[in-house]
């Protein structure tokens, strides 16, 4: 690919913000369930195999909803998405973060599906320091492995 | 014809009202008409049907109110609890004074065919059922005196049973005053085929007798209103009947339930034996949201992207604030995210990337130098090099990624709105398969979209896209080999696209008794709402519709996951 126009100090940024992100989320989802739930703002909207999940159940769909499984990550990707788009009053915000993981889910028994998941992250303006949080999440098994 | 009355009468009643009362009763068997007369903790009901009234003898035992309720039905002239049909049955014969029957020592010719055309008159071969009850009401009983105390009379009818109607299927022994079930010890050589069995209305006071009968193919027994089984707790009656004899269905009429419960809360048993996997529907779009808007824009941006000419999609993506990047599966070994915890140094510990030789789809592996998965690319500037930023960049990038073909129909897509920062984005996760025309390869792909409205006086706008791009993220995985594979990921994929007008309108508590549903048994969303839908979104109804589609095996293979 041609070489990256864009802002490199930015896109840096973002990618080791996401990178962040993802193994904590994924290590809390695998052994501190119940605690999932602060890593959304409180507009979160989340949709996990096609159900809405609203932001106040969060806490009850993490705990009971789900079933006993392991996550893991094969791939994550970040991108920045920018706050405000330049053209408006020429400044890009602290850019929000676009993450897309591809992992599988082990359900024992010899079943592992393979999901997508979408996080779209935002800074959380009601703290002080750079704190972010998920503003969207988007869920889907997508297949399974071949036994 | 006379008109039946059967009496019945409750004892150990909680305190309610008459109407409560048949509210209860009708809860649990269905129809009733009767008439009830109440007495502090008893009531007498008289009633017609006998239908009814057998099936009263049920909520002998049941709970009402937290009181264990003790039922007594009798018929018309007094019979006992007894609820066997069969052909030409006389149970209505009451049990009279005891039988005054003396002991026989020995038979003679005569007594003996006495006793057989007794037992030709009672039999039906139309259902090879024989009716003994009350044997010695019976007009000429006095020749064979019947006496069922008495070895030599009971080896006597064994014995005419083997030579007569070795085949039969259905005995009645009511009202005989049975006590000694030991003597029937040669009933299964006589009657080996023997189907249905009735002791009821009899002095059997212990179930340890039944070991003497041996009846392996029994299947439906009576043993009710006998000293053994008066007020005895329903299961244990069923456990020492099914111990015996593990092939009965029906036990006084009334199916044999599973088992025994334990105290469990309902819900802890659902997640311990749910089938492993998370309930599914189709594409998400919230309503009254872009859905529309958003399906317009996918199959025009799908179908120049599949089109020779990808350059016509340059004004789709925003000129300065458009990212693209790619990740490939299989471009790295089993990375969990444990390699990432706590180290400053960022190199995957087991990861490796893999070259030509060693991958298992040899057709992903020219995405491999584009792939930018993080877990695998660690340079700041590996990944600076494979994101491509600004509308030429991007069409740059994608001008050179191969020939596609996008099924489109097999696609799911879901949509969210959000907020990044003051802008509303549109994030659109679509998972489906493509073809790469090239070499016929089919592959799954998952692709993110962050798209946002084009202002009038856009170049998008003017190019004909009311959306555009700002971030594309798109995932390749291994190809499509065998049908086996192609159907399991086809079916992680809910048929259709759906916009808004395809949501399913459920309210929020259907659907979380659809997720249940789905969570507990691993059907898919469709299976779930039709089956809830059809018993009334009541969940015990479904439960019990679900139990019997199962028993009959009509529960359709679709259904699940």
């Known amino acids: ?147 | 014809m006379e008109v039946e009355e059967w009496k019945a009468s409750i004892f150990g009643l909680p305190g309610c009202s008459v109407s409560e009362l048949l509210k209860f009763l009708r809860s649990k068997i269905g129809a009733l008409s009767a008439q009830v007369d109440m007495k502090g903790n008893k009531a007498f009901l008289t009633i017609a049907s006998s239908k009814q009234a057998n099936a009263l003898k049920r909520v002998d035992g049941m709970s009402f109110k937290r009181s264990k309720l003790s039922v007594r039905v009798t018929g018309p002239s007094g019979g006992g609890n007894s609820s066997m049909e069969m052909e030409g049955s006389s149970s209505r014969v009451g049990k009279g004074s005891k039988s005054k029957m003396p002991f026989k020592k020995s038979y003679n010719a005569n007594e003996i065919s006495a006793l057989e055309s007794a037992l030709a008159a009672r039999y039906d071969a139309g259902s090879q059922c024989l009716q003994l009850d009350a044997l010695h009401q019976v007009g000429n009983a006095r020749t064979f005196a019947p006496h069922f105390g008495n070895k030599v009379f009971v080896d006597l009818l064994l014995d005419c049973l083997r030579r007569n109607v070795p085949d039969l299927a259905m005995l009645s022994l009511q009202h005989n005053y049975i006590k000694d079930l030991r003597l029937f010890a040669g009933l299964g050589k006589a009657v080996p085929g023997l189907k249905a069995l009735s002791l009821a209305s009899n002095a059997v006071s212990s179930f340890k007798d039944l070991d003497a009968l041996a009846l392996p193919g029994l299947c439906i027994f009576e043993l009710g209103d006998n000293p053994v089984t008066r007020n005895i707790d329903p299961v244990e009656y069923q456990w020492q009947v099914l111990r015996r004899f593990p092939d009965v269905v029906t036990l006084d009429g009334a199916p044999t339930e599973a088992t025994v419960r334990f105290p469990l809360p309902d819900d802890v048993l659902a997640s311990v034996q749910a089938s492993p996997g998370l309930p599914a529907t189709g594409s998400y779009a919230e309503d009254g949201g872009p859905g529309e808007l958003v399906q317009a824009f996918l199959s025009k941006f799908l179908a120049v992207y599949d089109s020779p000419d990808r350059t016509g999609l340059l004004d789709a993506y925003h000129p300065t604030e458009s990212y693209f990047s790619l990740t490939a599966e299989g471009d790295i070994d089993d990375v969990t995210t444990d390699a990432f915890a706590k180290k400053k140094d960022r190199r995957p510990r087991r990861g490796r990337k893999k070259g030509k030789d060693d991958v298992a789809d040899p057709s992903l592996v020219d995405y491999y130098p584009l792939s930018r998965n993080l877990l695998a690319v660690t340079t700041v500037t590996e990944r600076m090099k494979r994101v491509a930023c600004g509308n030429i960049d991007v069409i740059n990038a994608i001008t050179h990624l191969r020939a596609t073909a996008h099924d489109t129909s097999s696609a799911v897509a879901d949509q969210v709105v959000a907020y990044a920062g003051s802008v509303p984005v549109i994030i659109v996760s679509l998972h489906g398969v493509v073809c790469e025309t090239a070499d016929g390869i089919v592959r799954p792909f998952d692709r993110i979209l962050t798209l946002t409205q084009a202002e009038p006086e856009s170049l998008a706008a003017a190019a004909g896209w009311p959306l555009y791009v700002i971030n594309d993220m798109l995932r390749v995985r291994k190809a499509i080999t065998n049908d086996r594979q192609a159907d399991t990921v086809l079916r992680a994929l809910s048929p259709g696209p759906s916009g808004p007008s395809d949501a399913p309108s459920l309210n929020p508590d259907q659907m979380s008794l659809v997720r249940e549903l789905s969570l507990q048994f691993n059907f898919n969303f469709e299976f779930a709402s039709a089956v809830l839908d059809a018993n009334g979104w009541m969940p015990d109804a479904t439960l019990a519709a679900l139990q019997e589609m199962d028993a009959r095996g009509a529960i359709p293979a679709n259904a699940y996951n």
């Open chain 1, 1 to 147: 690919m041609a070489v990256v126009q864009g802002n490199k100090a930015l896109t840096d940024f973002t990618v080791r913000s996401g990178e962040r992100f993802v193994s904590q989320y994924y290590d809390v989802l695998n052994s501190a369930k119940a605690e999932m739930h602060h890593f959304y703002g409180p507009a979160a909207v989340v949709v996990w195999n096609g159900f809405p999940v609203p932001a106040s159940s969060l806490q009850a769909f993490f705990s009971s909803s789900l079933p006993v499984a392991k996550f893991s990550t094969t791939s994550v990707d970040c991108q920045p998405v920018p706050g405000v788009l330049p053209g408006s009053d020429g400044n890009t915000a602290m850019a929000n973060i676009l993450v897309a993981v591809a992992g599988e889910i082990d359900y024992g028994k010899n079943v592992i599906k393979t999901f997508s998941q979408t996080f779209l992250l935002v800074q959380d303006t009601s703290k002080p320091k750079a704190v972010f949080i998920i503003a969207s999440d988007t869920f889907r098994e997508v297949g399974a492995t071949t036994e």
